[in-house]
T-cell receptor, first 110, second 118 residues
């Protein structure tokens, strides 16, 4: 497995605004996952997008994947204070360990 | 579904003692479990990968004699920090996955255990 690089490292927005986080990776993948970690807590799996998919939705989350550019984005619409967390992208090929990058620290102000 | 629990959620111990952390998959059989460590304001670092019934595979730089991992059943893995020292203070997180996920890497994470060594 390889490490994804999230951008920006930190993002601060007002409640109700949309938040967009980007992820880049280096080698070909079978899928890419996004995880969320609230401060001092475990990780929560948000969404998995396969290499043959370009876009996927889950509630207020929208994930895109561009394999030609080796990049992905996570959009959170109508953000809430509870969305404040660190978000990690994890590119994958097959069963195995996951490698986490530094993540994007999102702060949503009420 | 796919719930992973950890126990304890936090522990404070004296230097030199050993601490055992349990990781359980509550509603599925985990063929593989992973142990991560996270220092404050840093990302997760994989410590080891364990498959049920076999020895754990440790990442480079992780002392296997200090961090004992046992994966005795398909629903339980334990991490024992032996002779703990203050530098072992960290947030330890386990995750679990199973075969038959269609070649995905999806791991389900426990809530973590915060270890403080005095």
């Amino acid at each position: 497995s390889q490490q994804g690089e999230e951008d920006p490292q930190a993002l601060s927005i007002q409640e109700g605004e949309n938040a967009t986080m980007n992820c880049s990776y280096k080698t070909s993948i079978n899928n890419l996952q996004w995880y969320r970690q609230n401060s001092g807590r475990g990780l929560v799996h948000l969404i998995l997008i396969r290499s043959n998919e370009r876009e996927k939705h889950s509630g207020r989350l929208r994930v895109t994947l561009d394999t030609s550019k080796k990049s992905s984005s996570l959009l959170i619409t109508a953000s809430r204070a509870a969305d404040t967390a660190s978000y990690f992208c994890v590119p994958g090929r097959s069963q195995g360990n996951l490698i986490f990058g530094k993540g994007t620290k999102l702060s949503v102000k009420p | 579904g796919a719930v992973v629990s950890q126990h304890p959620s936090w522990v404070i111990c004296k230097s030199g003692t050993s601490v055992k952390i349990e990781c359980r998959s509550l509603d599925f059989q985990a063929t593989t479990m992973f142990w991560y460590r996270q220092f404050p304001k840093q990302s997760l670092m994989l410590m080891a990968t364990s498959n049920e019934g076999s020895k754990a595979t440790y990442e480079q730089g992780v002392e296997k004699d200090k961090f004992l991992i046992n994966h005795a059943s398909l629903t339980l893995s334990t991490l024992t920090v032996t002779s703990a020292h203050p530098e072992d203070s960290s947030f330890y997180i386990c995750s679990a996955s199973w075969e038959g996920q269609g070649g995905t890497d999806t791991q389900y994470f426990g809530p973590g255990t915060r270890l403080t060594v005095l």
